[in-house]
């Protein structure tokens, strides 16, 4: 028998077995994260080495950086994955491999680990798509939610409203016509002279600010449930440079909480509509929040009150499984290995994947 049929019949009997461990591994931007989880759903350990120094000085993530970072660290996450658990790696079940979207650098560099230890320890592998892992998180913050339920996706590089029919199975239901939220906070953080990565800086900031002290543009869209946020960051942009070119300093604080009521508000209120909808078809389906920018305080609060309103029930990750970490990872791992979908050695990095086809 060849690996990939061994790990066929090792996945079978998985099935079975009443505890399955997965060792988990995510490289897919500027975090190196390795993590122990059981059935899906308990954390036994979570480590997250952060390159965000590394970074820093450039404004921004720097792929060739970022590849050769993870390289160095990937042994040693993993290592200290399983010590933080208590466990040996052949007492590990699978391993899994965040495989796209991403850096393709940094991606590979986890990917070919995860190959490499996988036929070594002759273990099954799973290859995980990142934004599956970001809604995932939701599972292990929440031992009893289940799909299906409503999901609203919002990181650095997405901002998608997803139905969850199943454990693996999503609909598209709106997304972004350009900027991704978590990229717009970014870039406005950036204007501010914030350090990078700019969203929780924002965050923070507009703590102190007026959110009314400014108003800014309201994005609009075609499709029903779609997001826009470029018209909201250039307009922020220009009205930073009429401030300062008046020889004004920026009201930084006033500035950063309208922007971000402004962001909120756009997420918010396409949300709102959605479930308002699925109230007026006699649906009441559960809503989740997932991604780093959920890690958003203002949108938290405005779920809270929003699901409130709707009487619906409301999901949202543990803070720090908001932004990447490989525990997100190993939760969607647990449900492809159920259905056995595991990975062969050819399992590439694929930059690009989506978690849904795009139904236009
Ligand atoms: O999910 P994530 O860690 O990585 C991607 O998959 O992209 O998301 C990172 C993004 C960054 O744009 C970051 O600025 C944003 O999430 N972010 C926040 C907050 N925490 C992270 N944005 C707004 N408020 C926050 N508290
Ligand atoms: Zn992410």
């Known amino acids: 028998m060849n690996y990939e049929e061994r790990s066929r019949a090792q996945v079978r009997k998985l099935k079975d077995q009443e505890k399955v461990r997965i060792l988990s591994l995510e490289t897919s931007c500027d975090e ?41 660290a990937c ?33 590979l560099t986890g990917v ?12 099954p592998l799973i290859g995980v798509n990142h934004i599956e892992g ?35 199975e999503y609909r598209l239901i709106g997304q972004t016509r350009d900027d991704a939220a978590g ?34 543009p309201k994005p609009k869209t075609e499709g029903r449930y779609d997001y826009s946020f470029s018209g909201l960051k250039t307009a922020f942009l220009n009205l930073c440079h009429q401030i300062e070119q008046k020889g004004e300093p920026l009201p930084k604080a006033d500035l950063a909480a309208s922007f971000r ?5 756009e997420l918010a209120e396409k949300a709102e509509r959605m479930l308002r909808d699925e109230a007026a078809a006699g649906r009441r389906p559960a809503m989740a929040l997932a991604g780093g920018v959920s890690a958003n305080r203002e949108l938290r609060r405005r779920f809270e009150a929003l699901c409130g309103r709707m009487n619906v029930p409301l999901y949202m990750p543990r ?21 056995e979908e595991t990975a062969g050695l050819d399992m590439n990095a694929m930059p690009a994947l989506r978690l849904v086809e795009d139904r236009r």
Do not use: W
Request: include cysteine; charge should be negative; aromatic fraction near 6%.
């Open 32 to 72: 190196t994260a390795a993590a122990v989880i059981e059935n899906g759903r308990t954390i036994l350990s979570n480590v997250v080495f952060s390159q965000i120094d590394l970074h820093e000085l450039y404004g921004g993530v720097v792929p060739e950086i970022a590849s050769r970072a993870h390289m160095e």
């Open 75 to 107: 042994p040693r996450v993993a290592a200290e994955a399983l010590e933080q658990a208590g466990m040996r790696l052949e007492e590990i079940d699978a391993l899994a491999v965040t495989c796209g979207p991403g850096l393709v650098g940094a991606l």
């Open 112 to 123: 070919n680990y995860m190959k490499g230890l996988a036929f070594a320890a002759d273990k």
């Open 134 to 168: 970001h809604v995932s998180a939701n599972f292990l913050t929440s031992p009893e939610l289940e799909p299906p339920f409503l999901c609203l996706v919002v990181s650095g590089g997405h901002s998608h409203l997803v139905e969850v029919r199943d454990y693996g």
């Open 183 to 216: 990229e717009a906070f970014d870039k406005a953080a950036r204007v501010l002279g914030l350090p990078y990565p700019g969203g929780p800086r924002i965050d923070r900031l507009a703590e102190e600010g007026n959110p009314e002290a400014f108003s800014l």
């Open 261 to 265: 009521n402004a962001v909120c508000t």
């Open 319 to 339: 803070i720090d499984l908001c932004t990447d970490n490989g525990a997100m990872i190993g939760s969607a791992a647990y449900y492809r290995l159920r259905r």
